[in-house]
């Protein structure tokens, strides 16, 4: 089982529709919890990040952690073709072989915003 | 405030050349990383720098070699390329405040290898 699943999609829907995405993940060590978006030839941008369960608002996104089903999603409300990109979730537990935290990401879901 | 910075933006190789992508931020952030993006792959860690002076190999680090320059600089070297490494790096470093887990990414270096 992969520590983290994501489904890559690709996803279109129709301008000022709500998206949903999501992520589940096996290792209960993962503590931090984030959302990346990443645009055709860019490089990944950091887009909500949240250590707790329950949710997180930031204008139209919410982002949302269920530690106790390893679930966590990212709602996008009133969508825009702006919104096309690529979105990646990414985990965070301290390992302590390395030392130091490390990121484990998801492989991403294209989404495609129709006007 | 320039945040994570890479030199070239693409490159073209031959199998056997050698080349080295440059990576800088200006954030003052201790932890810096190395990943490749491949298609079906996903982000794929190949070295990281948990402060200056240290370097630890990643998930897929064979072929490659990391220099941490100083605190600013983290550059990846192919000492002999391979067709295999044809892929789109990335350079990250990590918070040391605020959100301490994230990491920011630069844009990236195409590299083809022939």
């Known amino acids: 089982q992969k520590e983290v699943e994501q489904d890559p999609g690709p996803l279109s829907v129709p301008e000022g529709a709500i998206v949903s995405l999501n992520c589940t993940y096996s290792?209960?060590?993962?503590?931090?919890f984030m959302w990346y978006r990443q645009y055709s030839r860019k490089g990944p941008e950091l887009l909500m990040y949240?250590?707790?369960?329950g949710n997180k608002e930031d204008g139209r996104f919410t982002a949302q952690v269920d530690k106790s089903s390893k679930y966590i999603s990212l709602f996008i409300r009133d969508s825009q073709p702006s919104d096309s990109a690529t979105y990646l979730c990414a985990m965070s537990g301290y390992n302590s072989g390395a030392g130091s935290y490390q990121l484990t990401f998801g492989k991403g879901t294209k989404l495609s915003v129709i006007p | 405030n320039a945040g994570v910075t890479q030199t070239p933006k693409f490159q073209v190789l031959k199998t056997g050349q050698s080349m080295t992508l440059q990576c800088a931020q200006d954030m003052n952030h201790n932890s810096m990383y190395w990943y490749r993006q491949d298609p079906g792959m996903g982000l794929r860690l190949i070295y990281y720098s948990a402060s200056e002076g240290t370097t630890d190999k990643g998930e897929v680090p064979n072929g490659y070699n990391v220099s941490r320059l100083n605190k600013r600089e983290f550059s990846l070297r192919l000492e002999s390329a391979a067709p295999s490494q044809t892929s789109v790096y990335f350079c990250a470093s990590r918070s040391t405040s605020g959100a301490l887990w994230a990491q920011y990414f630069g844009p990236g270096t195409r590299l083809t290898v022939l």
């Open positions: 290792n209960s060590a993962f503590q931090y």
């Open positions: 949240t250590y707790s369960s």
